[in-house]
């Protein structure tokens, strides 16, 4: 029973470094597709990335998604005084949920972009854009991709912390202590 102890750990921090060792090049393939995202057309004229403060966000967020991976793998094995499960903890989470801001900041562009918005006379732009349109599902899809890495990662950082405390005793049970003493 105590080997079993002893390797569950192990195996948490093989998948949590695994997860975050994914997050990196889905990141970086969903910067360098928004950012090289670009499409001409003779009656509209061109729209890139930069054009969109959207995806300029969710570069950002990628970028910041990227780095911060790094530095908690290298973290992750480097032993020190400081117990990291708490800083892991709330950092997973902070940036999970910029993720899903990012995220849904691109999905709602996406939208607007498939299907217009006829109430202020915003037409269809894929019917124009069809490669930018189709470039951006793919990074929107590459960011879905991290962002579930992360949600997993936050799930095992979670776990992390809480389990470090004791389960809580019964109130049926805290009774008894109390009349013991």
């Known amino acids: ?21 994914c997050v990196i090049p889905l990141s970086v393939a969903t910067i360098w597709l928004t950012v090289t995202n670009q499409q001409d057309n003779s009656i509209y004229g061109k729209i890139d990335y930069s054009n969109l403060t959207g995806l300029k966000y969710m570069v950002y967020i990628s970028g910041i998604s990227a780095g911060y991976a790094l530095v908690a793998v290298v973290a992750s094995w480097v032993r020190c005084v400081v117990n990291k499960a708490w800083l892991f903890f709330v950092s997973d989470q902070v940036i999970a949920y910029l993720m899903v801001t990012s995220g849904a900041a691109v999905l709602e562009i996406l939208y607007l972009a498939y299907k217009g918005d006829r109430g202020v006379t915003w037409s269809e732009a894929c019917a124009s854009y069809g490669k930018f349109c189709s470039r951006l599902n793919l990074a929107l899809a590459l960011h879905a991709l991290a962002l579930s890495c992360f949600l997993l990662l936050a799930l095992i950082s979670a776990y992390r912390v809480f389990s470090m405390f004791h389960p809580p005793l019964p109130s049926k049970d805290l009774g008894e202590e109390d009349r013991a003493s």
């Open 1 to 21: 029973m105590s080997n079993l102890a002893e390797t569950a750990p192990n195996t948490l921090k093989v998948i949590d470094c695994s997860l975050r060792l």
